[in-house]
T-cell receptor, first 114, second 114 residues
């Protein structure tokens, strides 16, 4: 099955700086890569996603890049703000894997220092 | 408001007791999921259901049971056979499997075994 590795597990950046979270996946057939943000005591929420036919996608301060050859994808947050502090999860969807085809990374705790 | 709800938010159980966690969605989604979240472990799939009256085991189904008698409801029972049930449980739903469907998460239930 698919395996998703996520790094780092904890990331601390100064407010206003950029943050980058990286994920690698094992199955080259995976074709959909969502990113979720989870605030303390709440369920995860989708913040951005990318499909395998696209190399980069941007939504205001958030961007995701995908390198299919290297089988890795990254989340970029620019001009970080205190409300960006949360746990971020990447995931990869293996087609034909059924409803359990979405595999999550273990999460990155992003801390924005004032 | 359309969304997915879970109740209760906090649940305490004595060892040896079964307990049922509620999950309801009014998004008219076909697929529903249960995940378990432990610190540093990410999200692990317990059970999923693609359609009413059908459900499949995920990666960690032992000690859990589910039912899907109605499209909008997918309750999870944590049985006394689950060796380490203390965790944060997340329910999710999506329009359907096998495609790029966003999974919407509920707010979660924190279960503590005393």
């Amino acid at each position: 099955g698919e395996n998703v590795e996520q790094h780092p597990s904890t990331l601390s950046v100064q407010e206003g700086d950029s943050a980058v979270i990286k994920c690698t996946y094992s199955d080259s057939a995976s074709n959909y890569f969502p990113w979720y943000k989870q605030e303390l005591g709440k369920g995860p929420q989708l913040i951005i996603d990318i499909r395998s036919n696209v190399g980069e996608k941007k939504d205001q301060r958030i961007a995701v890049t995908l390198n299919k050859t290297a089988k890795h994808f990254s989340l970029h947050i620019t001009e970080t703000q205190p409300e960006d502090s949360a746990v971020y999860f990447c995931a990869a969807l293996f087609p034909g894997g059924g409803a359990d085809g979405l595999t999550f990374g273990k999460g990155t705790h992003l801390i924005i220092q004032p | 408001d359309g969304g997915i709800t879970q109740s209760p938010k906090y649940l305490f159980r004595k060892e040896g007791q079964n307990v049922t966690l509620s999950c309801e969605q009014n998004l008219n989604h076909d697929a529903m999921y249960w995940y378990r979240q432990d610190p540093g472990q990410g999200l692990r799939l317990i059970y999923y259901s693609q359609i009413v009256n059908d459900f499949q085991k995920g990666d960690i189904a032992e000690g859990y049971s589910v039912s899907r008698e109605k499209k909008e409801s997918f309750p999870l029972t944590v049985t006394s056979a689950q060796k380490n049930p203390t965790a944060f449980y997340l329910c999710a739903s999506s329009q359907g499997p096998y495609s790029y469907n966003e999974q919407f998460f509920g707010p979660g239930t924190r279960l503590t075994v005393l």
